[in-house]
Structure formats: structure tokens, C-alpha cells
């Protein structure tokens, strides 16, 4: 997706440039700016909104991390996350704020997380896709939890699965921490 694309779609103001950044933050567009496999499914309209949705919760998941509602939070909680994080003047911290909300109101944040598309002849055998992340505080301290989705091939071979299985074992649940951290 380029500007001279945007403008063929009828998107010709220059406050309409941003588009193309919004959607790479939102890991809709690659960084060459391509079409992401998610931006393609788009176009089923029973599917939109929880990917619209999945793709907001894990672009600015430090946010839902603090408000797990952060979609419907108000422009005040909203300003006052976004505020510190950048030198940006009032105004564009508004825009910041409407550009959130805006994509927000495309996402359905009750569907269920979204599930990777079947895998078709000439796609990786197995697909791996952290869809949201999440950190609460709890009275014992910290609480992560990563809601991680796996797509396997039909096999009748048990091995490949027991070896996936077990690799995640080894780097996700019994993953050491580097020596001197």
C-alpha cells in the first residue's frame, strides 16, 4: 500500500497519509507496506471485527494490560496513559486519543479471540500466533497470561506433535533465565 494507492481509493487529503502508519502499527500491513494474511481475511465480515479487535489489543497491549476495558475507557484514563509517553503537544495527544478510539469502534471486543485460517498446500505446517497478552495484578504479586494459538497439520504420525509438545515445553514453561539476569 502506497500514497499514490490511497489516493486511486479516493483517499486524497493529506491527513489521510497516516493511514498506511496506522496500519503498520496495527501489524495490518507489513513493514514494506503489503498486505498481511489478517488484512486479507478483512474482507470476511463475520471475522472483521475480532480481527480488528486482536490486532488492537496486541498493538497496544500495554494498554489492555492496565485497563483490560481499555476500548471503552474514557479520553481522560486514555490521556493520561498516552500523556507520558510521548512530547506530543495537546492537540495531536487528542488525535493520538481519536485515532484509538476510532479503530475501536471497528473492533468486536467480545468475539472470541480470532483462529488462524486453515492451512492450505504450500503454507507452514504448523502456525503459531500469540493472539492477546495480558498482566493483571493480583494480591500475590504479578499475574501473566499469554493466550497462545496453535494450528497443526493432520498426521497420523504422533511423533511430530509430541516433538512440537515438547519444544514449547523447553521454551516457554522450563525456559531458564540468562546467566546474570
Given at each position: 500500500m502506497t500514497q499514490e494507492y490511497l489516493q486511486t481509493a479516493g483517499f486524497k487529503s493529506k491527513n489521510d497519509r497516516a493511514i498506511i502508519s496506522v496500519l503498520k502499527f496495527v501489524k495490518l500491513l507489513d513493514d514494506g507496506g503489503a498486505p498481511t494474511e489478517d488484512y486479507k481475511l478483512l474482507r470476511d465480515k463475520s471475522r472483521f471485527g475480532a480481527i480488528i479487535a486482536s490486532h488492537i489489543r496486541e498493538s497496544y497491549s500495554e494498554l489492555f494490560a492496565l485497563y483490560p476495558e481499555a476500548s471503552s475507557e474514557s479520553n481522560d484514563k486514555l490521556r493520561d496513559f498516552f500523556a507520558p509517553?510521548?512530547?506530543?503537544?495537546?492537540?495531536?495527544?487528542?488525535?493520538?486519543?481519536?485515532?484509538?478510539?476510532?479503530?475501536?469502534?471497528?473492533?468486536?471486543?467480545?468475539?472470541?479471540?480470532?483462529?488462524?485460517?486453515?492451512?492450505?498446500?504450500?503454507?507452514?505446517?504448523?502456525?503459531?500466533?500469540?493472539?492477546?497478552?495480558?498482566?493483571?495484578a493480583s494480591e500475590s504479586g504479578v499475574t501473566v497470561h499469554l493466550n497462545i494459538q496453535l494450528q497443526l497439520p493432520p498426521t497420523e504420525n504422533a511423533e511430530i506433535y509430541d516433538k512440537i509438545f515438547e519444544s514449547l515445553r523447553k521454551h516457554l514453561i522450563e525456559r531458564k533465565p540468562p546467566a546474570g539476569a
Open positions: 509517553k510521548t512530547n506530543a503537544s495537546p492537540d495531536v495527544l487528542d488525535k493520538i486519543i481519536a485515532t484509538f478510539k476510532t479503530l475501536c469502534d471497528s473492533g468486536d471486543f467480545g468475539a472470541p479471540p480470532i483462529s488462524p485460517p486453515t492451512a492450505q498446500p504450500g503454507q507452514p505446517a504448523a502456525q503459531v500466533r500469540v493472539v492477546s497478552q495480558t498482566m493483571q
